[in-house]
T-cell receptor, first 114, second 114 residues
Framework: DSGVTQTPKHLITATGQRVTLRCSPR?????VYWYQQSLDQGLQFLIQ???????AKGNILERFSAQQFPDLHSELNLSSLELGDSALYFCASSVSSGGATEQFFGPGTRLTVL | GNSVTQMEGPVTLSEEAFLTINCTYTATGYPSLFWYVQYPGEGLQLLLKATKADDKGSNKGFEATYRKETTSFHLEKGSVQVSDSAVYFC?????????????FGTGTRLLVSP
C-alpha cells in the first residue's frame, strides 16, 4: 500500500459526459501528479500540482482540468468525454518536487467511456 | 523532446533464469533515471533509481547502471522468481522549470514460469 488513495476504482460513463476523479496523497506529501495509462499512448504525464499551485503540464487535453485543494487532495475533471478517453488514470504524490524524488502511485481509476 | 525506449515484451523466462530488460534514453541535460514496476491490478512502485552517470541503483536483487556514454539504464537480475512477473517501466526525470516530470517508456511485461 503506497498510502495514496484514489476514488472511484472503476467508472463507466457515456460519451459527452463529465466525471471527477479524486486523489488523496500520502500524509505530508505536497506534490500531486496525474497520469493517463492507455494501450495506445502508454503512460503519459498529465499535470502536477505543488501545495495547491499548478507546476507542470504534460499532454493534458483542454477538456481536462485539475486542482489541488487546501487539504492537499486533488481532483481531475474530465468533460465532453470521448471513447478515446477510456484509460487508467493514476495519481501519484511526493514530498517535494526535486529531480530524483520518488513518486508514490495510487491504485488508479479505470475509466470506461461507452 | 526527451524520450525513453524499452525493449518490446513480453519477456518469458523460467524461474532462476537471468533477466535483462534494455532501456535507452534521449535527454538534454542530466536526468535522473528510474525503474518502476507494476504488478497486476496495482499502481506503479519505484524499484530503483540512479541520479548521475555511473551510479548503480539496486533493490530486491535487481540492478541498473546509469551509462551516460551509451545513454542506457538496463535492468538486470541474476535469478528471477515467479513473483517477479509484472510490467517494468523505465523512466527519466525531466526537470521542467524546477519541477519533476517523469517520462516513461512503453513498459516491458515479464512472465516467469515455475
Amino acid at each position: 500500500d503506497s498510502g495514496v488513495t484514489q476514488t472511484p476504482k472503476h467508472l463507466i460513463t457515456a460519451t459527452g459526459q463529465r466525471v471527477t476523479l479524486r486523489c488523496s496523497p500520502r500524509s505530508g506529501d505536497l506534490s500531486v501528479y496525474w497520469y493517463q495509462q492507455s494501450l495506445d499512448q502508454g503512460l503519459q504525464f498529465l499535470i502536477q500540482y505543488y501545495n495547491g499551485e499548478e507546476r507542470a503540464k504534460g499532454n493534458i487535453l483542454e477538456r481536462f482540468s485539475a486542482q489541488q485543494f487546501p487539504d492537499l487532495h486533488s481532483e481531475l475533471n474530465l468533460s465532453s468525454l470521448e471513447l478515446g478517453d477510456s484509460a487508467l488514470y493514476f495519481c501519484a504524490s511526493s514530498v517535494s518536487s526535486g529531480g530524483a524524488t520518488e513518486q508514490f502511485f495510487g491504485p488508479g481509476t479505470r475509466l470506461t467511456v461507452l | 523532446g526527451n524520450s525513453v525506449t524499452q525493449m518490446e515484451g513480453p519477456v518469458t523466462l523460467s524461474e532462476e533464469a537471468f533477466l535483462t530488460i534494455n532501456c535507452t534514453y534521449t535527454a538534454t541535460g542530466y536526468p535522473s533515471l528510474f525503474w518502476y514496476v507494476q504488478y497486476p491490478g496495482e499502481g506503479l512502485q519505484l524499484l530503483l533509481k540512479a541520479t548521475k552517470a555511473d551510479d548503480k541503483g539496486s533493490n530486491k536483487g535487481f540492478e541498473a547502471t546509469y551509462r551516460k556514454e551509451t545513454t542506457s539504464f538496463h535492468l538486470e537480475k541474476g535469478s528471477v522468481q515467479v513473483s517477479d512477473s509484472a510490467v517494468y517501466f523505465c523512466a527519466l526525470s525531466e526537470m521542467n522549470t524546477g519541477f519533476q516530470k517523469l517520462v516513461f517508456g512503453t513498459g516491458t511485461r515479464l512472465l516467469v514460469s515455475p
